[in-house]
């Protein structure tokens, strides 16, 4: 399995080991007094070939830092690279090409083009860029997810599980160095959302990808490698191979313990980010993989 | 449910702009075509009315109204004024002497006339407080040598006190001294007027110092002008000369400047009507849109309770406050247009007051009547639609209403109508009456336009596969994007394409028929026009007998042949009485002109006491060659003319009046003899080159600036001229027809980006750029602006053959299709396409990526 790799992400050091980076990344919405903090210098670092899940309850800014650290939104403050390249202070079309040439996106729902099929929906980012698709790379990937009968069939010829796939085949087709997933089980039931999260873990364990997933879903962070907790645009804990149970009471905990101090001061949740911290070290002891 | 009509309507508003532009548009042209009429109408009226005399007593009108002048004037002997002096009630007469076949020409024999075609008017100078000019500076003329010229055109013209110009009259030119200026107390309707006393006028104008245009009458204090005209009448005889009193004077006058006023009212109404027929393609467009992107909206309103009458109503209401909007700003807009029209007039030298404007009561009821009609109307079926979504659409995430919906009405209406539509133009195609065919062609027309309009959709899936075929090859997948998003939803591409197609039709037709007319005309002076050079004034006015003494002398010129014309009435075999015009010619015509001749020949024809005729015309009325035929001419003179032979032109006659007829010049001589030459046909004499010739004609008539020598090419130039001013308002009407068929195409992807915002969001996030996103929904536009143009390119052509087999019977044999134009057109549309993208695609891509993926 991946324990190497988690491994590595815990030794911070390697840079090549690592997919993504975020330095002091703020994120804040309106100005001055009325200044909303979404992101509040957040450090962090996206291992090359793991499964990371980004949790929190709405509002945490967990989408926010999927949205930075993807190029689809400014940084207030702070910096983000993708592998060697630093993205904040990129301009839109340096960003639209490093979306389309170095990063995959699945989102919760409204994932693939009506009018193209399933097919031209999956090459769409390499024909946007005037590539050519490695042919086999893309047979291996329409393989593994099991559309090879369905792509001539148009979006709406498919059934929500199907569509997520084809989503998910066209984050993969272009052979990312990172694919972000938004909710990508959000609209599906709960046979099609496994089916999914399965695609996601096979392409990260036999396909050597890179995967970050935003969900509220604890029993979606379980397919993670590694779950990061968002609470008010701060990182509050970090847990290595989550069980859905695990997760379910982390999560419990923060609503509980989390929300007051920021609720007091937010200044508060700065100091007490080593409270968490404690906790993390234990749950990873605690509740390791089975 | 108001509450919520009027909150829709508030919170669309930005989306109804387009469709209020194009109300605005169609009621603009229609109150300002109204509100211009009115007011000319108006003025004119007061113009007339206060400078008519009470009682007016001219000679007898005797109905013949030709389409050429023979540049004869009526008159009535002055001598008339002392008996109407006599009448009990007549408190003065006077003597008008006024003729309008006159040129006036400057010290470098340049015409001081307008140059739009208004008449340069001589008349005999009494003022009396009737006149509509009163002397400004100088002294009133006095004696052969001295004249006033009205202030507008000595200012236009910088003739001033003292100058001389030179009257270019019927019975000789004269030299004159301007020795004063008159201005303009009323509104000048755009003449230019030059007085002379009386008796110079009778003189030089008319040619005889006992002769008068009419005799103007004052009426006694108390005594009424239809009174007065009635004495008079009783004493004069009635039915001997023509009595009018001031009304029936301003009436008749107001009809003879109707005409010309009359084509700008049917120029700005065809305006009107082209803005509301394309405008009403895009107001349905617009609420099938948003009643798409409402469904849900409409559902939840319909599951809480709302009956379908409601929801239709509630659309309709929208529909109404829409046209109410636009109707209102279209009035204004409507006024600013009169303005401005009464403005432009202003520099064609008809000085009407916009200070006077007139805004009559019909005016705004026609605006709102049109704006809230058209609204309504093209709102009625979008409504309809409206009342049928479910409530269960207000639970699922329905995919756009409409879209799927089969179109198989539309194809059984839209064949059953075509199918009508070209039997229709097959017919008028095959027949042999003008007539008729000219009413098929016209039904045909109509049938085809609605077919194709309601068909389109049909026809946007096979065209759009074929015009966009390359599209995936050339750009792509966003090449393939834009195909299939015109392909998306038919009867949207339909409804916007149609837009185009209408207007671009109209040109293609009439492109067509012009072209062909051209082609015709030129085969025809080809085959016809045997002289070397032909002298003729610029409008086919007749000139002075001075021309072609001048001509005739001028060094190199061999045969002359003068060609008149005179308005006529045949009675024929048949019982028919036809009013047309008859040319007459001198003999030796076929030395001059090769016509072709079915029976008889030129020298027949030409010969004292014969007329000759087309031999089709002849057939239709039962002539057969040496009938005698009764013919009336001006002044109720009647001859007994025999048919000594009959033509087999292509055209009539070339200029294409009704029956060909035509005599020699002695018989025209004899009844209308002051007639004056329209044309003269010239000859080099032998051993004379033509260049020299040519030289030498343009340098005897450069004192006569109303008349041009022209070659056979110079002549094609003219008619060729002619046919382009159709053209012109046709292309201005087409201009008007693509501003808002590209509001339409605007409208449609505006629309389209709102409703696709989610899936620009997508393509943004993964990685297509801005320019990308633009081409794409530029592409999109370019296919749906040529499909509209390939649409309405192939339905003017078919009506253009049609139009040219109507005319085909008029002797215009000749095709021509326009293939210029025509791919014109086609790269024309491309780039409508192009600059309709413009703004959709520049919203689009400027949208917000992450708000775009948020967006429901």
Known sequence: MSTAAAEHSLGRAEADGVAARARGLTKAYGSGETAVLALDSVDVDITRGRFTAVMGPSGSGKSTLMHCLAGLDTVSAGQVWLGDTEITGLKDRELTRLRRDRIGFMFQSFNLIPTLNAAENITLPMDIAGRKPDEKWLDQVIDTLGLRNRLGHRPSQLSGGQQQRVACARALASRPELIFADEPTGNLDSRAGLEVLGFLREAVDQLGQTVVMVTHDPGAAAHSDLVLYLADGRIVDRMEHPTAEAVLERMRLFSGSGAQPSGLDPRATADGAGAPADARTAGTTDLDKD | ?856
């Not at chain 2, 009778?202 to 002008?225: E, H």
């Not at chain 2, 195909?483 to 339909?494: F, I, K, M, V, Y």
């Not at chain 2, 239709?620 to 009959?646: M, N, Q, S, W």
């Open chain 2, 1 to 856: 449910m108001l509450k919520a009509t009027l909150r829709s309507f508030l919170a669309h508003k930005g989306r109804l702009v387009l469709s209020a532009l194009a109300i605005v548009l169609s009621v603009a042209f229609v109150a300002g075509s109204l509100i211009f009429s009115d007011t000319v109408t108006r003025t004119f009226d007061r113009l007339f009315a206060s400078t008519s005399a009470d009682v007016t007593v001219g000679p007898k009108d005797d109905d013949l109204e030709g389409q050429m002048p023979s540049g004869a004037v009526d008159t009535v002997p002055a001598s008339l004024a002392e008996r109407v002096a006599k009448v009990d009630g007549v408190a003065d007469t006077h003597v008008d002497a006024a003729v309008e076949n006159i040129t006036v020409v400057d010290r470098d024999n340049e015409s001081v006339g307008p140059t739009t075609g208004a008449p340069t008017i001589a008349t005999n100078w009494y003022p009396t407080d009737r006149s509509p000019v009163e002397l400004t500076s100088g002294h009133a003329p006095e004696g052969p040598g001295q004249a006033l010229l009205d202030a507008d055109t000595a200012k236009k013209k910088n003739v001033a006190i003292g100058d001389t110009l030179t009257v270019l009259a019927a019975p000789g030119s004269f030299k004159v001294k301007i020795v004063g200026i008159a201005t303009f107390t009323t509104t000048n309707p755009g003449a230019a007027l030059v007085f002379l006393d009386t008796p110079t006028a009778q003189t030089r104008l008319l040619g005889d110092p006992d002769a008068a245009t009419s005799i103007s009458v004052t009426a006694a204090p108390g005594v009424g002008d239809t009174q007065l005209k009635e004495r008079i009448a009783a004493a004069l005889g009635p039915g001997t000369y023509e009595y009018q009193t001031a009304d029936e004077q301003a009436d008749s006058a107001a009809a003879s400047l109707g005409g010309f006023l009359d084509v700008i009212k049917y120029v700005m109404l065809g305006f009107a009507g082209i803005a509301t027929l394309v405008g009403v393609f895009l107001i349905v467009n617009t609420f099938s849109m948003l009643i798409a992107q409402r469904t849900r909206e409409l559902g939840l309103l319909r599951a809480l309770g709302a009956d379908r009458r409601q929801v239709r109503r509630s659309v309709l209401t929208e529909a109404a406050l829409l046209g109410l909007v636009g109707s209102t700003l279209g009035l204004a807009a409507g006024i600013a247009l009169a303005f401005g029209l009464i403005e432009l007039m202003g520099a064609f030298g008809m000085n009407l007051k916009s200070t006077e404007m007139v805004v009559g009561v019909g005016t705004p009821i026609a605006a709102y009547v049109v704006g809230l009609g058209v609204t309504f109307v093209a709102a009625y079926l979008p409504a309809r639609r409206a009342a049928t979504v479910s409530p269960m659409a207000a639970l699922t995430d329905a995919e756009i209403a409409g879209m799927g919906r089969p179109l198989r009405t539309r194809a059984v209406v839209g064949a059953v109508v075509g199918a009508a539509g070209a039997a229709a133009l097959v017919g008028c195609a095959l027949s042999s009456d003008t007539g008729s065919a000219a009413s098929l062609l016209g039904l045909g027309v109509v049938l085809t336009l609605i077919a194709t309009v309601i068909a389109g959709p049909l026809l946007v899936r096979p065209v759009i596969r074929v015009l966009g075929g390359a599209f995936p090859a050339l750009f792509g997948s966003v090449g393939r994007m834009s195909q299939r998003n015109a392909l998306r939803n038919p009867r949207r591409t339909g409804a916007t394409a149609a837009a185009l197609m209408v207007g671009l039709a109209l040109v293609a037709g009439m492109s067509v028929a012009s072209a062909s007319m051209t082609k015709s005309f030129d085969n025809e002076i080809d085959k016809t026009l045997g002289a070397d050079f032909v002298v003729q004034s610029q409008n086919f006015r007749p000139f002075p007998q001075e021309v072609t003494d001048k001509v005739r002398d001028t060094e190199g010129a061999g045969l002359v042949v003068r060609q008149r014309f005179a308005p006529v009435a045949v009675r024929l075999p048949d019982g028919k009485r036809i009013e047309t015009t008859a040319a007459a010619y001198d003999p030796r015509l076929d030395e001059v002109a090769n016509v072709t001749y079915a029976e008889g020949d030129s020298g027949a024809a030409l010969a004292d006491g014969a007329l000759g005729m087309d031999v089709d015309f002849a057939r239709e009325h039962d002539v057969t060659i040496g009938d005698t035929v009764p013919v009336r001419f001006p002044g109720g003179k009647d001859a007994e003319l025999k048919v000594a032979a009959l033509t087999d032109q292509d055209t009539a006659d070339g200029f294409g009046m009704q029956g060909g007829l035509f005599f020699g010049t002695g018989t025209v001589e004899r009844y209308v003899p002051e007639g004056q030459d329209s044309a003269l046909y010239v000859n080099a004499a032998s051993g004379v080159g033509a260049d020299q010739l040519r030289a030498n004609l343009e340098r005897t008539l450069d004192a006569y600036p109303q008349v041009q020598v022209r070659d056979q090419a110079d002549y094609k130039e003219l008619v060729r001229g002619q046919i382009a001013v159709l053209l012109y308002l046709v292309y201005a009407l087409l201009g008007l027809a693509i501003v808002i068929a590209v509001l339409g195409v605007v409208n449609t992807l505006a629309l389209s980006v709102v409703e696709r915002t989610r899936e620009i969001g997508l393509l943004r996030a993964i990685g297509l750029g801005r320019r990308q996103l633009r081409r794409m929904i530029r592409l999109e536009s370019v296919v749906i602006a040529v499909f509209g143009a390939v649409l309405g390119l192939a339905l003017g052509l078919v009506w253009g053959v049609c139009v040219q087999q109507v005319l085909a019977l008029q002797g215009m044999k000749a095709l021509a299709i326009p293939w210029g134009t025509v791919v014109a057109v086609v790269i024309g549309s491309a780039v409508v396409g192009v600059v309709a993208a413009l703004l959709p695609a520049l919203r689009a891509s400027r949208m917000n990526v992450l708000a775009a993926i948020a967006h429901e």
